[in-house]
């Protein structure tokens, strides 16, 4: 399984930025893809999941409401809409794909390469 991330850049805070995840698993099966993040001398954190078996998806408290998760299946693609962005955004943003819902990284074996999002102030 290989996971693709495209979309990071520089953007300033209060804008709004999509990330993609292309991933080569089938999307006819059911598993969670993920978004983390990893901002620098920090943890990877979770950020949202969705599963491929339904729309249900879960956010970190410090995304709701500013980030929506949505999947295209005819693509095998995974967004990230972020919006009204804030300089605490800043990170590497990676994708993950997973068989059962975790915000624990460990529980993830597939990795994307992961894409810089910067928010200036």
């Known amino acids: 399984v290989y996971l693709v991330e495209y979309g990071g850049g520089l953007e300033q805070a209060g804008g709004s930025l999509r990330l993609s995840c292309v991933t080569s698993?089938?999307?006819?099966?059911?598993?969670?893809t993920s978004w983390f993040r990893q901002a620098p001398g920090k943890q990877r954190e979770f950020v949202a999941a969705?599963?491929?078996?339904?729309?249900?998806?879960r956010y970190a408290e410090s995304v709701e409401g500013r980030f929506t998760i949505s999947r295209n299946n005819a693509t095998n693609t995974v967004y990230l809409q972020m919006s009204n962005l804030k300089p605490e955004d800043t990170a590497v943003y990676y994708c993950?794909?997973?068989?059962?819902?975790?915000?624990?990284?460990?529980?993830?074996?597939?990795w994307g390469q992961g894409t810089q999002v910067t928010v200036s102030s």
């Open positions: 993950a794909t997973s068989l059962e819902y975790s915000r624990s990284r460990r529980a993830y074996p597939y």
């Open positions: 698993a089938r999307t006819d099966r059911r598993f969670w």
């Open positions: 969705i599963w491929w078996g339904s729309d249900s998806a």
